[in-house]
């Protein structure tokens, strides 16, 4: 099974901030990635997937890149409403499709 | 709307089964894959399995292979997880999601853009 190690597991910021998440998968995954933001008691919200293509309705905020085994997702200005938690997601090849382990944002 | 609908909360014995449902509705049922993911109170997201909507068939997560079961029925376009031989650790809030690619017959491997709302599954004695 492909691994998927997220980092930071968390982070404080303050709005306006830039801030980065980064995955690493355990081989390489020729960008079958999504980044999803989950907030308490809510479902996971689809933001970015094949790495860098915005879901529908997405802020032009929220950015992703990366190849191989190496990506991450940057949020240029945070906003009040992007305090929440982040994974990412690998969908290639063969199932499982595991996730990251999240990176809760929180405010400074 | 395009949606997914999930049956309620749950309360079970161990060693009980439960069956969860999804009710698809507004968009084309067999163009696209549904997954279950589940989350531990106060834990990360865990795939545990893929059908296809086309034809049913389906995908596991070794951790749960031979308790879970995932089922389609076209007519109604609900997707059905079973779980057996229910322990403790399957305490969790399950949910279904969409396959976001539409693909016919759609194969596995997608990120996940429409998503229930969740079903808690409390497994207790």
């Known amino acids: 099974d492909i691994q998927m190690t997220q980092s930071p597991s968390s982070l404080s910021a303050s709005v306006g901030d830039r801030v980065t998440i980064t995955c690493r998968a355990s081989q390489g995954i020729s960008n079958s990635l999504a980044w999803y933001q989950q907030k308490p008691g809510k479902a996971p919200k689809l933001l970015l997937y094949?790495?860098?293509r915005f879901e529908s309705g997405v802020p032009s905020r929220f950015s992703g890149s990366g190849s191989g085994t190496d990506y991450t997702l940057t949020i240029s200005s945070l906003q009040p409403e992007d305090f929440a938690t982040y994974y990412c997601?690998?969908?290639?090849?063969?199932?499982?499709?595991?996730f990251g382990q999240g990176t809760k944002l929180e405010i400074k | 709307q395009v949606q997914l609908v999930q049956s309620g909360a749950e309360v079970k014995k161990p060693g009980a089964s439960v069956k969860v449902s999804c009710k698809a509705s507004?968009?084309?049922?067999?163009?696209?894959?549904i997954t279950w993911v589940r989350q531990a109170p106060g834990q990360g997201l865990e795939w545990l399995g893929w059908?296809?909507?086309?034809?049913?068939?389906?995908n596991y997560a070794q951790k749960v292979q031979g308790r879970v079961t995932l089922t389609t029925d076209t007519s109604t376009t609900t997707v059905y997880m079973e779980l057996r031989s229910l322990r403790s650790d399957d305490t969790a809030v399950y949910y279904c999601a969409r396959d976001r690619g539409s693909y016919y017959p759609p194969p596995p491997g997608d990120a996940f853009d429409i998503w229930g709302q969740g079903t808690m599954v409390t497994v207790s004695s």
């Open positions: 507004g968009y084309t049922f067999i163009n696209h894959g």
């Open positions: 997601q690998q969908y290639y090849s063969t199932p499982p499709y595991t």
């Open positions: 059908i296809s909507g086309y034809d049913g068939n389906t």
């Open positions: 094949a790495a860098s």
